[in-house]
């Protein structure tokens, strides 16, 4: 055997051990490596999404403030209880500013709620307006079944809706449609479903008012 071929077998020998070594140890390790790479690019992604999320929510916590504001006027519209008081309120501050008397509030049992529909106003323009007398609105209105309807009202669940029948002395058309739009415009919200005007028999005009006030009792 020459000296060249027992070098030949030597780096062929060599060559074939390194080979070995790099399958045997080399390529577990690397392939260790880019198992870990993946996962560290997995992670990278999740935390960039919930940074995401995160940011978000950070976000809305500043209006939380504003948020609870926001739902607090709107329970002020639509309480957890029909307040039967509040109506009755309701219904004498809308007749104040115009010289309008309350006459009666009759307030019904608590229904579960329904859609509405569009409001009129019926009857017919008087001759002659009459003049209203200074200090009408300070007459107290008699609240007829307010506290009748506030003992059902207890036991009610779901969406309710009370219907409320209101009754006002007024001097003329003019002046019903001025507390219509006072009681559109007050702190409770109202559907009115029906106005009716008529002339009385000592000349004052009586407005008769039909509306539904809504309430939602807390889970």
């Known amino acids: 055997m020459t000296k060249q071929l027992i070098n030949l077998i030597g780096i062929v020998t060599s ?5 070995a070594g790099v399958l045997l140890f080399a390529m577990p390790f690397f392939t260790t490596a880019q198992a ?12 960039s999404t919930q940074q995401i999320a995160l940011d978000a929510l950070v976000a809305q916590s500043t209006d939380m ?3 609870t504001a926001e739902v607090s006027s709107l329970r002020t519209g639509v309480p ?3 307040q039967g008081d509040d109506l009755v309120e309701l219904a004498a501050l809308a007749a104040e500013p115009f010289g309008a008397v309350v006459r009666s509030v009759q307030i019904s049992t ?5 859609g509405r529909g569009t409001t009129s106003i019926e009857g017919e323009e008087p001759a002659a307006p009459v003049e209203e007398p200074a200090g009408a609105a300070a007459a107290a209105p ?12 207890e036991a009610a669940t779901g969406p309710q809706q009370v219907t409320v029948t209101i009754e006002y002395v007024v001097g003329a058309p003019s002046t019903s449609i001025l507390v219509l739009e006072a009681l559109r415009a007050g702190g409770r919200l109202v559907s009115i479903d029906s106005a009716t005007y008529a002339n009385s028999a000592e000349g004052d005009g009586t407005l008769t008012v039909v509306l539904h006030a809504f309430y939602s009792p807390e889970a």
């Open 15 to 19: 060559i074939g051990i390194l080979a």
């Open 142 to 153: 008699e609240t007829g079944d307010a506290d009748a309807a506030s003992a059902a009202i």
């Open 110 to 114: 608590p229904e579960a709620f329904t």
């Open 36 to 47: 870990t790479w993946a996962q560290a690019a997995g992670v990278a992604g999740t935390n």
């Open 65 to 67: 403030e504003t948020l």
């Open 80 to 82: 957890a209880t029909a």
